[in-house]
């Protein structure tokens, strides 16, 4: 639960094997999230997405994670894998947010990079316009991908942020270090990837059984 007594909800991303989307709705995830970007370890093609997202229909909502995608490979995802929403990654400006907002008539989730304070200002052009945002942590040097990197930023900036503000913590968490980030973030929602995996792009169904673990003993925690 949330401070606000809201589920909390867990969204396990970058999944390629039914195995590992098996152990993210065993543990009680609410959204399973499959990567549409060649450079990622995690990229996976529209048909593949399809087919493994079967097994979450009626059990957790199902995101598509993009990164600046054309009209034409956005066609081709959500005719594939019919997702229920879509997870912009990229430099999308608000309009394009709206206009892709518009043209599938799905919720969309909008990711942005956070170091300091002053990257969440980021944010405000695209309110009313996105159904969440995700906040995870700038790409170190050399990286080429936007996310699933494994680092963290300071959760304590998400203080700053309006209250009532809908977003996904995402960037670094692990089951060691959970805890603390619901302790200080307070997030109504998080997003891991590379946190259960035992190798780029390789999710590790024990991992993600650990992760759930922390989770529920964090919860237990909060209601104590």
Not at 106 to 116: C, E, G
Request: glycine share 10%; aromatic share 6%.
């Amino acid at each position: 639960m949330t401070t606000d007594g809201k589920p909390l909800d867990i969204k396990i991303c970058g999944l390629k094997t039914p195995q590992a989307v098996a152990a993210a709705l065993d543990g009680g995830a609410s959204h399973v999230g499959f990567i549409f970007f060649a450079k990622s370890p995690r990229n996976l093609e529209p048909e593949a997405a399809g087919r493994l997202r079967e097994a979450a229909r009626g059990r957790a909502l199902a995101a598509a994670v993009t990164v600046d995608a054309d009209d034409a490979f956005l066609d081709r995802i959500v005719a594939a894998m019919g997702p229920d929403m879509l997870q912009l990654h990229g430099g999308e400006t608000p309009a394009r947010v709206a206009e892709i907002r518009a043209r599938y008539s799905l919720p969309v989730v909008k990711a942005f990079s956070v170091r300091t304070a002053s990257d969440l200002a980021a944010i405000e052009p695209y309110r009313g316009i996105v159904d969440r945002f995700l906040f995870d942590a700038k790409p170190p040097k050399g990286s080429e991908l936007p996310g699933g990197n494994g680092v963290s930023f300071d959760w304590a900036l998400l203080a700053r942020i309006p209250a009532g503000t809908d977003y996904f913590l995402s960037g670094g968490l692990n089951a060691g270090n959970i805890v603390e980030a619901l302790r200080v973030a307070a997030p109504p929602a998080i997003d891991i990837s590379s946190g259960v995996e035992n190798a780029p792009g390789v999710k590790d169904p024990a991992l993600i059984e650990a992760f759930f673990r922390a989770v529920n003993d964090a919860r237990k925690h909060r209601a104590a």
